[in-house]
């Protein structure tokens, strides 16, 4: 295989990615290329000079990291959609070079010393802040890539970055296998009581793909979840729950077959590195590292935040689950609630209060209905249009958009919407390409990923039905589009932080929380609604009791978060490694201090948790609830303007718009926050929009 961009197309950076021709045999020529000439680069740069500049330094090396980095964004995010053991093999194969590459550059004294020559010349005064914030940011991670270690612990940082990307590599495929493996037949339809047609026509048709009897279902979100929300079945919830529950662990299902698809070693692995790491570059902990590039202080102040959120949660938690007690077992006949049984019993007590089922709301929602009113909303809301575009995809079922204002490209995105074998579960953005402006002068326009895992279409009597999305759905979907303004939307032209680069972790799901306010506006929701059978629209009433059911069990749900980010923080932060005490027995102290809900002793979560263990939010998880108070109150600002008219809802959105998206990270998220909203933060919104102000 040639290194030709005519022969290897994922050399070829003259538009967008050929995803119709790349192959897992293009992978290893054209990594190995991109870095030979990565490293020439970073040589060239390493020799002295009389006088460093911008020009001269900082663009010929980022020229260089953007397009290595470029093609294996497009190597990793096609391991993420379409894993198959060819592809997944060379991913493999070339991970530890691009670890390799990545520790060298970070630990180079030379490129150290310029960039600090550069932060204390005389031309650093004239440089625009987006390129000032680039050079601090890049002195920052010089610093935590290990740049002023001695020279036999930066060999063991490096040994360390490897193993990490490999372990945490490990950890997903494990979580992939063994949720694509998992499949359990149901013969007889009596045992599937209760679950809505739609999900049994979804599990009939994977039985008939597979060449099996009965209903399939896989633990693949769209097809078991309906059994533990709506199947009347005690036994086949427990059956699902329980696999999902131990799914990649030593009581997994599938841990006969394929012991090493057990993380529980994973897990420790990793956070025996990261204590290591952290201690080479002279931090206590890893929660120290974790949160130096991040908006919070340092860790005693998240615990601090988390702690205090989950005091205000519980007595809503408390009376969320007595009453959920009570109900279970007044007209349910559960004597002793257990895991399985609390989203069965929830939708149950839910449909009684509120006189609605989840089912009913998901007929109003089809996909078209919906992404045609999430497109409506940002069209509004920031005076642009989406349109239809065509470009090469990995998958039939990929759309491609173009957004535009007055005729100008300003960004596109690949919209991946369906579950399917081999694609990685949950929701998420990334970017494939950034904005940047050009030394020609040539405006590079942001392309972003937006990635989900919703039921695909159905086909029945040979006709294909409308995909049919929950309102949970469409709330994910609102998020992640969020996540592709704040990329898309960007009028920063420097690549290290335009869009979403830059941005403090703890601050970057802003954006995404914050669309998520509007799927509860009746004008939002009135123009996305169509029944699935007669077309019409969401009726007010059912909308009126949608929104009374808002916050049906907030105080359960607030604590269920801050649990998580709790055991993350405490595995980051005061959990020993070698120490006596396993990873169970601090994540069994949290749950004492601070669940309302114990999962029963079999349950192994953590062993399938990727955000921590191969996402990028290590003792980060908090993230979601600290940007929940920014995005919360961002929304405010909104719900003060719609009281004042529809020109003051207007300019509200100018002003995020100009404050929060266009900004990226060329400023300090903090800034661009009291830029938008004229003072700092407040937990107030999230409390009262939680239903749990004081």
Known sequence: MTTDASNNPLLDFSGLPRFDAITA???????????????????????????????????????????????????????????????????????????????????????????????????????????????????????????????????????????????????????????????????????????????????????????????????????????????????????????????????????????????????????????????????????????????????????????????????????????????????????????????????????????????????????????????????????????????PAWHKDVRFFRIERDGKLLGQFYLDLYARAGKSGGAWMDDARGRRLGANGQLQTPVAYLTCNFTEPAVIDGKVQPSLFTHDEVITLFHEFGHGLHHMLTQVNELGVSGISGVEWDAVELPSQFMENFCWEWEVLSHMTAHAATGAALPRALYDKMLAAKNFQSGMQTLRQVEFSLLDMHLHYDFQPDGAKTVQQVIDEVRAKFSIVIPPAFNRFQNSFGHIFAGGYAAGYYSYKWAEVLSADAYAAFEEAQALGEDAVSETGKRYLREILSVGGSRPALESFTAFRGREPSIDALLRHSGMAA
């Open 25 to 391: 045999e293009h992978v290893t020529p054209a990594i190995d290329h991109l870095l030979e000439k990565s490293y020439a680069v970073v040589a060239a740069l390493e020799a002295p000079t009389d006088e460093v500049t911008w020009d001269n330094f900082v663009a010929p090396l980022e020229d260089a990291s953007e397009l290595l980095g470029r093609a294996w964004g497009v190597v990793s995010h096609l391991n993420n959609v379409v894993d198959t053991p060819e592809l997944r093999a060379a991913y493999n194969e070339n991970q530890p070079k691009m670890t390799e590459f990545g520790t060298a550059v970070a630990q180079n004294e030379a490129l150290f010393a310029k960039y600090k020559a550069l932060r204390a010349s005389a031309g650093f005064d004239a440089l625009e802040p987006a390129r000032k914030r680039i050079i601090d940011n890049a002195i920052r991670d010089f610093r935590m890539g290990g740049a002023e270690l001695p020279a036999e612990q930066k060999e063991r940082f490096a040994a360390i970055q490897e193993e990490h990307a490999a372990v945490s590599t490990r950890f997903s495929e494990n979580v992939l296998d063994a949720t694509n493996d998992y499949k359990l037949t149901v013969e007889d339809e009596a045992d599937l009581a209760g679950l809505p047609d739609d999900a049994r026509q979804a599990a009939k048709a994977l039985a008939e793909k597979e060449g099996k009897p009965g209903w399939m279902f896989s633990l693949h979100f769209p097809s078991y979840y309906p059994i533990l929300q709506f199947a009347d079945k005690r036994a086949l919830r427990e059956t699902v729950y329980r696999a999902n529950a131990t799914k990649a662990s030593d009581l997994g299902e599938v841990f006969s077959k394929r012991e090493d698809w057990d993380n529980t070693g994973n897990i420790v692995t990793l956070l025996k590195l990261r204590d290591e790491e952290a201690k080479l570059l002279g931090y206590k902990n890893f929660a120290e590292v974790s949160l130096v590039p991040k908006m919070a202080k340092d860790p005693e102040q998240v615990i601090a935040f988390l702690e205090d959120l989950a005091r205000r949660a519980r007595p809503y938690a408390e009376q969320d689950y007595a009453e959920l007690s009570t109900f279970a077992k007044d007209e349910l006949g559960i004597d002793q609630l257990q895991a399985w049984d609390i989203p069965y019993a929830s939708e149950k007590l839910q449909e009684a209060r509120y006189a609605f089922s989840a089912q009913e709301v998901k007929q109003y929602f089809p996909e078209h209905k919906v992404v045609d009113g999430l497109f409506r909303l940002i069209s509004s809301l920031f005076s642009v249009t989406i349109a239809p575009d065509e470009a």
